[in-house]
Each structure stands twice: as C-alpha cells, then as structure tokens.
C-alpha cells in the first residue's frame, strides 16, 4: 500500500496556504511560544508569523538587491536560508544577493526592523543556521564556498 500525505496520522489538518507565484516557499522554521511558527519565505525575502488559524503576519520583507539579485552565487537571485530563534525572542537568517552590501547575517529583534549584523562574502552563498546559545555564537555551511563560518551573536566578524 502507498504512503500518502495522512497515513498513520489523525487529525491532520492544513494551517495555511502558501502562494508559490509570490515567491512563499517556506525554507525553515522556528518556533515560538503559544503554538506560533516563524518561518522564512525564501524567495519573497520574508520573515513571516504564522498562527495556529493560519493568519500570517509579515515580520521582514529584505530589500531587493539593485541587480535584482542576479549575481548571486548558484541561483541567480536572492533568497533568505536559515532562521533561528534566540530565547528573549531575536530571530537571526541569512540573506544571499551576490552583493557585499546585503549579503550575510541578519537579526530581527522583536518590534523591531531587520538589520544586518555580520557580512559575508559576495560570493557566499550561507545555507543554514545553528545557534549555541552558550557560547553567543551562530554557525552556518556555505553551498558556494565549501565553508562553515562562526559569527558572534552580537554581530561583527565571521570567522571561516
């Protein structure tokens, strides 16, 4: 018997749609309290809340790179990749334009405006984001440079 989407749950439901034509391809997740999820809609730039009844709320739309993102490394146009959650409620991702203005690590500070911390390369393309609380760091792979780079919680330097 084939697997489908439903088997070997109950109550399965769908919390929200997303419209692919707008660029909603959610790319990771991070949890918040009271059933909430933050999600990264990579292609549209977003950050957005979504609520157990499916309400979405845009937290961060990133600006559009000049080029329109064209020079970014294996892809040709810009997304965000990773997200994570600190415990007082900070979200951190990553942005990759191909341009060194934009590109690297961003942190979103609750009811705040998103700001970019740490730089990285114009030629990276950062993939993934981990958090070590206890040590103020984030770790993240870069598909296009074969690298993992260490960059402090507080923002400055990434280290390879």
């Known amino acids: 018997m ?8 109950t109550k399965v439901r769908i919390a929200s749609h997303f419209d692919l ?3 909603q391809q959610p790319e990771n997740i991070a949890l918040e309290p009271r059933a909430a999820v933050d999600l990264n809609m990579s292609v549209a730039r977003q950050v957005v809340r979504l609520y157990p009844d499916g ?5 961060a739309q990133l600006p559009l790179p000049a080029d329109g993102g064209v020079h970014t490394p294996l892809l040709g146009f810009p ?3 990773g997200l994570v959650r600190d415990d007082d409620g900070t979200l951190y991702f990553l942005y990759a334009t191909g341009t060194s203005d934009q590109t690297g690590l961003w942190r979103l500070r609750p009811g705040g405006a998103p700001e970019r911390i740490t730089a990285l390369p114009a030629n990276s393309l950062p ?3 981990g958090l070590d609380p206890v040590r103020g760091e ?4 870069d598909s296009a440079l074969s690298t993992v780079w260490r960059m402090p919680l507080s923002g400055g ?4």
């Open 127 to 129: 993939n993934g984001l």
């Open 2 to 9: 084939a697997a489908t989407p439903t088997s070997g749950f």
């Open 55 to 59: 309400r979405q709320q845009v937290l």
């Open 138 to 141: 984030l770790y993240s792979a």
């Open 21 to 23: 034509a707008t660029g």
């Open 157 to 160: 330097v990434a280290t390879a």
């Open 79 to 81: 997304l965000i990749t």
